[in-house]
């Protein structure tokens, strides 16, 4: 574990509670000082940001192609282009994002004004993840340091290359005095969340999610949890099928070989749609990823060999391994699995009991498309639901029935760039949100402030309790 900067520990070997509890005490001296308050520390952050995207662009795909073997393209328009909108919309909205908020007052006030004021909560903490680790590490910061808080950055250890680069990045173009990256795996996190924090922004599974909201109710600290789960996509017979397929295939394959919290985790059509759905998603994997998807380049690998394991035990299940209508072929050495489809798979099989992120794409099928509601709703609330429809009724009825952290018709993932729109989940995807406005206000402390002058003072709500004021 290396820490970016606390000189007089850099001796320590390992970063245990007593480097946790220093860094903390630390970076409370910083916040305590005030200078993270002001809005001209904070454009100067998120400008270091902005440079720091302009000048890194070749170091952040060759980290995360080592991490995930991720293509260059996607990594651009899935990770660096989104810190980059996240930064410049904070630079642009962030005097207005400060700006107190007037509200009314009332007859029982009168005469007074009111305003919602936002601080600043002080030290808080980002435990991110390895799936996409340069942005799900850089746009929570982003928030925080948007709302005047100092900020440790953990990222994953599962994506060390990420994660050793963030250090790097953070202690060369940012103020070290208020914001570090701590490098490390359980210990490492462990030690951290010993510490009181004033926040915890925390993204990865929901078994750590629980750890995490554990340690925090111990100091009463308030948390964000990302989280995941199975995100369905209802698919109607009365698509566009080739557009339906693309944009499953982007959501799915295209976007992390799978390994996404709001990739689509299962399918959901009529018996009679199966088989033209199908037969579309096989034509357009084979226009994406050219006949042998397996060696294409346009595809990230598996991010670790236990990640792979636990895949192929998906798709080797018994129950499963003879419902494979598409791909199935695996590659240990380069930790890749191609693009699979299953049909039918009982719902007892592991691969319909837990998330899959991973390449692995299971259709169900349904005499009627409303029985889709029932199938979603015995699951765990997901993080995202799908529907491809042209049915007005049919995406009214998912969006009123369906309770998910985001919602998207007729496209997939699209909605998490949608940068008005916040991002979260709900009960076992998580809870809180984030994104531009809604990072802001995670990170930020809205105090009520009431201000009243000494004009009138009406002896009414003062005792002695009178028969006369109780008339009144
Ligand atoms: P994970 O929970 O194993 O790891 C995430 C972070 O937690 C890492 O930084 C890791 O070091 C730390 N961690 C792991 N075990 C810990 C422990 N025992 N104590 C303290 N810290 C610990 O999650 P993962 O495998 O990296 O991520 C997969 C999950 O994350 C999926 O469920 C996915 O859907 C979800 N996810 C959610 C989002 C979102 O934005 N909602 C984004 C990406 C991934």
Known sequence: ATLSVVPELEDKETFDGERACLLVGELRKSFNSGKTKSYEWR??????????LEDEEKEIAEALYKDLSKPELE????????VKSACSEALQELKHWMKPEKVNTSITTFPSSAEIVSEPLGVVLVISTWNFPFLLSMDPVIGAISAGNTVV?????????????LANLTKKYLDNSAIRVVEGAIPETSALLEQKWDKILYTGSARVGRIVMAAAAKH???VVLELGGKCPAVVDSDVNLQVTARRIIGGKWACNSGQACISVDYIITTKDFAPALINAL???LEQFFGKNPMESKDMSRIVSPNQFTRLVKLLDEDKVSDKVVLGGQRDEKKLKIAPT????????????QEEIFGPILPII??????????????KPKPLAAYLFSNNEQLKKDYVEKISSGGMLIND????????????????ESGMGSYHGKFSFNSFSHKKSVLYRSFDVDSSLRYPPYTPQKAKL
Do not use: W
């Open 282 to 284: 096989k034509n357009e």
């Open 412 to 427: 997939t993932v699209l909605h998490v760039a949608t940068r008005g729109l916040p991002f979260g989940g709900v009960e």
């Open 220 to 222: 009463l600290t308030p």
């Open 75 to 82: 990594t651009y328009i899935t990770e660096v282009s989104q």
């Open 153 to 165: 950055l953990k990222p994953s250890e599962i994506a060390p290359a990420t994660s050793s680069l």
């Open 365 to 378: 099928t349904v005499d009627n498309l409303e029985d889709c509601f029932s199938i979603i709703k015995s």
């Open 341 to 352: 489809i299953i049909l039918d798979v009982p719902d007892d099989a592991m691969v319909m």
């Open 43 to 52: 454009v100067s952050q998120l400008e270091a940001i902005a440079r720091m």
